[in-house]
Structure formats: C-alpha cells, structure tokens
C-alpha cells in the first residue's frame, strides 16, 4: 500500500465530508473572478490577514496535517520513529506569520503549521515538509539534529530546537529575551536584530511546571523593574497534558494577572483571530520590550501521540465536539465565505496536499540513518585544543588592565588566596571579554558570600556584573539565552547543594544543544559552583555538599575543580577559552574551604598562597583540559586526589615521607574529563595508586579513576578512601563521615606496608 492509500482516520472524513458542504454555503460567496482577484484584500472585513496570507497559512496548515498522517503510516512500517503530531494546532500558522523571520522562536512539540509557515517566509522558501519527515525518519539529512532526535529547528528560520522536557526552553527563552537586549546595550553583536522578539511556545498543561512557573515570573520581575525582556509565550490550550483534563478556565486565571506582562487569548480555529490577536501580541511585546502571553484556544486530534489510546480517558462526545473546532475547517470556511476558494477547490487542495506529502513520505522512508556512535557524537564535545590555547592566552591590553584592577595589577601582590586569585582572573577575563558577563544571586553589590566576585561590578559596571533573583533555574536560562546570542555568560551558583534543583537546565538545555543541532548553535558558558565540603563554622550538609555524581556523567560537559591559587587563573581561562572557540559547557568547581586557606603545614607557612602570573606568562602555562599536575615526584605511592582531597594528601604525604614513604600527589584539576593518561602514566611509575576522593564512594570520582585503571590493564596495587555515603551532619560530627589525612595517611601505610612484605616473600 502507498501512502497515499493510507486509510482516512474520524478527523479526515469530518473534514471531507464538511469541505464538500462547504460550497454554497450559508454566505453564498462561491468565489466569482473579482473575488478571486481580490488576494491582497483582507479576508475578512477588519481583519489584517488578507487572503493572499490566507491562502498560503491554508497551504501549510494541510501540510502539517497530513506530515501527521505520514508519521502514523511511517511508525506503522518500521520506518519512522515519532508520531506525537500538530493536528489539532495548526491555527498556530498565524502565529509564525505576524512574526518576523528574524524573531528567535522555541517551539512546542505541535508547532507543525507554524514551522511550515515559518519556512514559507524565507528566502528562497524552504521545503519545511521534507525537513519535518526527514525529522521523523531520523535521516542523517535532516536539517537540524540530522538524525538525533525529532526536532523543529534551523537556523535560517531562526528556529531553536527543543528537548521534550516539556516547560524546559521557557528559562531559555527569557534568558535570551533578557540577552539580545543587554547584547545590543553592550555594543556586542548577535546573530538578531537588536528589536527582535523571542517567542516560546508550550501547552496548558505545561503552565503548571515549575520551570515555566519560574520563566514567567522572571520575565515578570524583569518587567517589573523595566529591564527590556521581549518574550512572548504563546500557550496552545488544547484543555488536556496527555489525559489529564486541565480545569476550564485555568490558563487564563494562571496567566492573565501576571505582572506587567500583556495577555491575549484568541480561538485557535480562526486563523484570521489568531493572525490579527498575535500581531497585537507582538506589538505590544515590540514596542514596549515586555512580555505577553497569548493564549490560544485549540484542540487536539489524534490523542496525544501515535501510540495513545484516546478512548481510554476520553467519551466520544468528546472526541466529536472538538471536531467542529477543527482549525482546517475554520481556514477553509474563511477561505469559501472571501470567495477565494469554492469547496470543490478546498478538497482538491486537500487532496493535492495529502498526494505532495505522503508521496515524499514514500521517498525519505529509506534514507540513510547514523551508524556509527562516531557519527552520533560528532557534534557532542567540539575540542580544537590550538583555537582554546589562543584565546586562553587573551588578555586586554596593559592600560585596560591597569584600569579594570583600579591601579594595582594582581601580579603585583605577594601572595593571593584562591579565592583573590580566582577573582583576579575573572577581572582579567572581564577586562578582555567585553561580552562577558557575570551574574547569580548576590554577586554584584555584596561581591558574592566568600568575596570572589568583590569590586568587580564597580570597576566593569552593572551591564555586565549584576545580581539575579534568587532562581537557580532562571540564573542559568539566563545563561542559556545569552551564550545562544553570542555573549560569553559566567553565572554562579551559590553552593552546590543549589544546584540540584535545576541542574536540568545544564544536563538536559545546555549540554544537549549542540548535540541536537549538530552544532548549528551552541550555548558557551561557564558556570562557576562553590561547594564541596570542610569549611570551618558554616557546618551541615547544604553549605557542604560533596556529590558532583549529576555532573560527571553528562555528555561533553567540562569539570575544572581548581584547589590551588596558582591553577585556578589557569584553569578558568582555558574553561573560557574552551567555551569561546569549542561552545562547551565548563562547570568551575570551586572548594569553599579552601577560598582563604594560606597555610599547608604550618600556621603561618602561606604555603597555599601564590603568586599571579601576568600575561606574558599565559602562554608558557596554558592548562589542556584534562591535564593534570603532579606535585612531588616520591616513587613509594601515587596518591590521586583533587580539590580538598589535594590539601588532605599533601599533608599526609609530608607525613609519610617523614617515614621514608615517597609519595606523589596527582592534583586532577578535572574531574571531566578525567585526566586518565597522565593517572596512568603515574601509577605506572610507583605501582601504587591511592585514590583520595572528597566525594561520596558511591558515584564519586574514585569510581571513575578505579575503572579507567583496571580498563587500561594496571596490574599494581589500587586502594581507595573516599567520604561514607551520607548527607554532612552539622558540626564535628561532618568529620565522621569526611574524608579525612588520617584515613588516606592509614590508607598509604597499609598500601605501602603490604607492598613491602610481599616484596620479603
Ligand atoms: C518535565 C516533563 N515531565 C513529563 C513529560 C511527559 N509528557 C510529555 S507531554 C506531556 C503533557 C503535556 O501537556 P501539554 O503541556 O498540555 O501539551 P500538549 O501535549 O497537550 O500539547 C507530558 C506529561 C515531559 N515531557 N516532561
């Protein structure tokens, strides 16, 4: 059987049989010549939207309808893979036209009608129906994640593709209303117009996440204090999230009193309603640089995806009255009551539509797919280490230094902190990147909890070092949005504990876009996270979490955790560099309690202080990612360890050596990617690897050194000491569970005794 056989479902036969009334119908206007002619008249008396548009909103809402049908019939042979369609939501066409093509758009997973008539815009048109069925087959041609996933995105639509996380892109999409703005203030180009509007699109019950509770509200906060936020979020109201029925009325009660944002609802089977209401929509959201949300009233046809059984929740009543709200019919009435087309030609242009489609249904069902992970992970982790050592070395000329550290260079100081040396290095980044931007929650006039970011929005100002509402979420949207509009965002997360709460926004937004772009966009950021555990009199778990297991397992995503004060400027800068040239996401680990350690052994020894180095010497000392630092050079036993876990071992180290054990200390500086050749080359110099790890032995970072040894064959001895599997107590008792010098000291003792007494047998 063709696809074009393919049986006609309820929805297909309502439509035929109601396009075939159509003609002379109760307005009797059969399209004569005048009418006919009359396309670029309105096609409508009031309305914007004339018929020409019309006609063409008409083409790619049959379009969208039937790449639905050719989903179902491409699952149905083994030969597509998604069948959650648009129908239902096509009035969404009039949406895509009362934009601009220039206008970044985010897009609900129903937005069928509203890519097709997005392609209908460019120049030369795009084929937009070839793209969505190349989508569904996932076909390595497909024009946005070629092949990876099914998504709506090209660039040249300025269509951003999303993950189905449903609500997840709204964070996103503020972060780049908020960015094309301050991107235009900052004199910094993007890839839009400085008076573009974003607009995101989700479903009514998708209102109800957090996530998009927590966009609005900031796009409303930002309103609230008139910082410009030109978004527009459109809600498509099909009344029902997959089976559950959202309450009649609840979107507009949800969304109609949010603060200083617009609201406009509209029938989403009036095209001619929708076109005119969004126009207003985006008026308002243009001229006044404020959010809005435009509700559309819709239905949906065909459950919510191939596989669901609609019956199951829903009567047939039900199912039959949304049929009379079908948006096809309410173009196609539009349409025969302008004259513009009789019955007769509403079906043939149906039956034309239905042919165009599934016949190239029929043709992409075979084309070639991704066979190899090689080809799957093309796009995951650009890594160009000579363009990252470029720009690692990029340091503003010495006046703007000298300026942006108010007179006093850093390398001019004895000794700093890892905390003053990590402030350093942002101003020296700061001071070279004008794109650059550094936010979170009390960063700016207070300088951040522990001072890292202190005086900084006082010598770069506060375009560029600003202080966000508390929404770890929203602070990394804003990231998003801003590394998407070409800006280089460094937000912060307070502790690690707060990061969990939306680490979706790093684990599923950012690490996956250029994965489901095949790197036709990207998102560069580095997300700075103070955490991990020790600190002296600011106990318990939240202020001393020690898991980073949600980290590490992410696809391309960069750990740099530095623990010294002479690796942290290193390391930041090759985590920028790498976010500028390659588009990676970089998380900077910072230990908290080593922010303002001086000493190593000794009170007053200031052996954890260190000198800057000034940018004549960054070149000489650009860190790889993944390369890690070995300090001592002891043949006895190599102790691989980082972060606190680097202060812990050297101690011990001392210790031991004072025994006649040589240790060496492997500092991993990161923690992805491990630095496993340097790990092995080490443990193959003592035979003896300690692994010392601050994190939890379950899912800690030990895991991953362990199995990196015994994957490359190492046949020496391997131990390891890491923190219990618990949350931090409060007070004392944190070091019962902590790792701790004891432990890695006994550790050591035991390894290198044991060692020793096989050696006598
Ligand atoms: C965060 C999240 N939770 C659950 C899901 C599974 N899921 C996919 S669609 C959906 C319902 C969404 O309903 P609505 O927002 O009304 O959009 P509609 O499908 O009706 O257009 C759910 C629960 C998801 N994709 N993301």
Redesign the pocket.
Known sequence: MTAAQAERDPVERHFAEMAAALDGGPAGLTGGPLRRLAGSAPVRPGSALTGRLCLDLFDAQLASRHVDLAARWLRARGAGFYT?GSSG?EGNAGVAAALRLTDPALL???SGAFYLARAQQAVPPRDGVRDMLLGLVAAVEEPIAGGRHKVFGHPQLNVIPQT?????HLPRAMGLAFAVGRAARLGRPTPWPADAIVLAS??????N?S?ARGAINTAAYCAYQHLPLPLLLVV???????S?R?PPGWVAAATEPVPGAGYFHAGGSDLASVYDTALAAAAWVRERCTPAILHLRVV?FGG?AGSDVESGYRSAQETAADLAADPLLGTARLLVDAGLLTGPEITARYEESRARVLGLAGQVAEAPRLATAEAVLAPLAPHRPDQVWAAACLAAPNPSRINGFSGRLPEQTAGLTLAQSINAALADALAARPGMLVFGEDVARKGGVYGVTRGLRDRFGASRVFDTLLDEQSILGLALGAGLAGLLPVPEIQYLAYLHNAA?QIRGEAATLSFFSSGQYRNPMVVRIAGLAYQEGFGGHFHNDNSVASLRDIPGLIVACPARPDDAPGLLRTCLAAAEADGRVCVFLEPIALYHTRDLHQAGDGDWLARYDPPAAWPASVIPVGAARRHGDGRDLTIVTFGNGLRLSLRAAARLAADGIGCRVLDLRWIAPLPVTDILREAAVTGRVLVADETRRTGGVSEGIITALAEAGFTGQVARVASVDSFIPLGDAAHTVLLSEAAIEAAARRMTKEGADQAVK
């Open positions: 959650i939501h609900h997973y129903r189905s996380t449903i609500a997840s989700m479903g009514d019950a998708s209102v996440h996530t498509e109201d099909n009344g029902i999230g997959i559950v959202t949906r919510h979706d």
